[in-house]
């Protein structure tokens, strides 16, 4: 009888170790990039627009243009939305 609950054992902590393993997995928190995090430190949204084609993620948008261009001339990249009267400098959320 001491086997068979020794087995019984065995086997729970096998069965929660595979269940923690795939939470884990599944709810692993993502580690923000550098511009990311500056984003949200300075007050700002992390999200998406179209911007030109040769913008990449969180483009400076105090300056004109980065996403000015036609939708067949632009691609989905990150941006940081700071909200009215501000403007993401490439580093940090500023006043327009």
């Not at 580690?31 to 913008?55: F, H, I, M, N």
Request: hydrophobic share 30%; glycine share 8%; aromatic share 6%.
């Amino acid at each position: 009888m001491s086997k068979k609950i020794i087995l019984i054992i065995i086997a729970i902590i096998v069965i929660a170790g595979i269940g923690y393993w795939v939470y884990q997995s599944m709810v692993a928190s993502k580690e923000l990039t550098e511009k990311e995090q500056a984003c949200t430190d300075s007050g700002g949204t992390a999200t998406t627009s179209l911007c030109c084609r040769a913008t990449s993620d969180y483009p400076n948008l105090c300056l004109v243009g980065p996403c000015g261009c036609s939708s067949e001339n632009s691609h989905q990249v990150k941006i940081c939305d700071c909200g009215p009267d501000k403007c993401f400098n490439g580093s940090e959320c500023v006043s327009e």
